[in-house]
Structure formats: C-alpha cells, structure tokens
C-alpha cells in the first residue's frame, strides 16, 4: 500500500553525462519499505523508462523489479542513509495516522451501534476501541482527545451493565408472571 512519496530528486553522472530524476516511496504490506525508481531524462517526449527496486528503510536491496544499475542503488542506498531520520519521521507521522483513523472509525460505528440499539455488535466494537486505545501508538495521540474517548467508553461499559441488571430483573418479573398464569 502507497503511503507516501518521500523524496523527489536529480543527480548527474558526469563520467556519461546523464542526468536522472530520482524518487522514493514510502509503501507498506506488513512492515515499511521504499520503493525507488529512477527515469533518465534524455528526452522527456518518450515514454519514460524506469529503473526499479525495493529497499529497507535501511538501504539494502529488497527486490529489484528491473535491473537496476548499480551506481543507481549506490546512490539510491546513499540518499536513503542521508535522509534515514526525515524516513523515519515520516514512519511515525503514517503510524500515528492510521491509528487515530482506526480509533476515530471505530468510535463513529460505536456511536452508531448504540444508537441504533444494536447491543451485541456494540459490546464487541466497544472491545475493539478499549483494543486500540490501550496500543501503545495510541500513546503519541492528543492526550485530551484519549481522556475523552476512555471516558465515554468507561461510560458505555457502566451503562451497558446496568441494562444487563435491568433485563435481568425483567426476566426474573417474566418467569414470576408466566409461575402465576400456570397456577
């Protein structure tokens, strides 16, 4: 999954006398890696010709999709060293991100589910929120924005007790009915 493209750049070889434009993208799958490709710019009216491949984010090669020069992924490797604190930087900023847009999605459909009377999902997306909340990602977020999120949920679940006290109390006055009826 793309996340973000992270460095735009152009380097001259001056031994050939080719100049090259340089990118690098921040994706993820199940850990972060960078994604670089490189396009010589001989005549930008063709279509472009890219060199390709996957590096860690600490500038060993992954996977090449092309064969890549090799003074391309010397210099690739290079950039990613120079900017490894601005990369990692933008690792955190996508992490925290995507937790508060889990948090954020999984208290919208909380509230949904609560009003809309639907206990039994709520009870289990309620989980799902004390799940994320308590992720130490979730840590770097706004500290009143999580105050006031643990707090409602603390609510939910105090509230959501009572009415499992109340239908019990129901159940016990329904089977105290149905004994009298069958007297």
């Not at 080719?18 to 396009?39: G, Q, S, T």
């Not at 060993?60 to 090799?70: A, P, S």
């Not at 933008?90 to 949904?112: D, F, N, R, V, Y």
Request: with cysteine; net charge negative; proline share 2%.
């Amino acid at each position: 999954m793309l996340i973000k493209k992270i460095y735009e750049g152009i380097t001259c070889f001056p031994e050939t006398n080719e100049f090259w434009n340089l990118y690098i993208v921040l994706m993820k799958e199940k850990d972060f890696f960078l994604d670089a490709f490189a396009r010589e710019t001989v005549d930008l009216d063709y279509p472009a010709k890219y060199q390709h491949a996957y590096f860690t984010m600490d500038g060993h090669v992954l996977d090449f999709n092309r064969n890549m020069d090799k003074r391309l992924v010397t210099l690739f490797r290079d950039v990613i060293q120079e900017k490894q604190t601005n990369f990692m930087e933008e690792i955190l900023m996508a992490t925290q991100s995507l937790i508060e847009k889990k948090i954020k999605a999984a208290s919208l459909e909380l509230g949904e589910l609560m009003k809309a009377h639907n206990d039994k999902e709520a009870w289990t997306k309620a989980g799902e929120l004390n799940h994320l909340l308590k992720n130490e990602d979730a840590e770097k977020l706004a500290p009143e924005l999580l105050d006031q999120l643990r707090s409602e949920l603390r609510g939910y679940y105090y509230v959501n007790g009572e009415i499992n006290k109340l239908h019990k109390q129901l159940y016990a006055k329904g089977n105290k009915l149905i004994e009298l009826a069958s007297a």
